[in-house]
């Protein structure tokens, strides 16, 4: 339901004060290592949206991450909000890899794991008009969401 919601939200009015919003999500995650590198100051955005997407790659990365330090950081790219998620897991084998965005895609199914997360992350990219994008290999993955 969450899915479909974004995907036929109307556009976007809200302005989302970057900086508060990542600060204020990352007491949510204290393993997590928040680094604000030159962000826009205000996107506009639904937050309830940007939140979703940004705390399916949280959870994703603390989940395959093997224990190990997570990283989100957020900056500007060409005028576009840019936020990566990296973790310094095994990587995503080559098998998954094709399937990652694969709505009911999971590996973790036993953990409670629905395979919509990546989905949800990829219709907020798609709705802002940006796109989602990871590079993977045996010292940890990184997604990165521009909006």
């Avoid at 989302?16 to 680094?35: G, I, N």
């Avoid at 603390?62 to 990296?86: F, W, Y």
Wanted: no cysteine; glycine share 8%; proline share 5%.
């Amino acid at each position: 339901l969450h899915l479909a919601q974004i995907e036929n939200a109307p556009d976007a009015t809200e302005r989302v004060p970057v900086a508060d919003f990542f600060q204020a999500l990352a007491t949510r995650y204290p393993a997590v290592t928040l680094k604000l590198d030159a962000p826009p100051s205000h996107v506009v955005i639904s937050s309830d949206h940007l939140r979703s997407a940004v705390s399916n790659l949280l959870d994703n990365a603390l989940r395959h991450g093997a224990g190990k330090p997570v990283t989100l950081r957020v900056s500007s790219d060409q005028g576009r909000l840019l936020i990566e998620v990296s973790d310094q897991g095994d990587g995503i084998s080559p098998a998954n890899q094709s399937r990652l965005f694969q709505r009911f895609f999971t590996t973790a199914r036993d953990d409670g794991g629905t395979g919509l997360g990546l989905a949800i992350v990829r219709a907020v990219a798609e709705r802002q008009g940006g796109r989602v994008d990871y590079t993977t290999g045996a010292s940890g993955t990184t997604f990165t969401l521009r909006v």
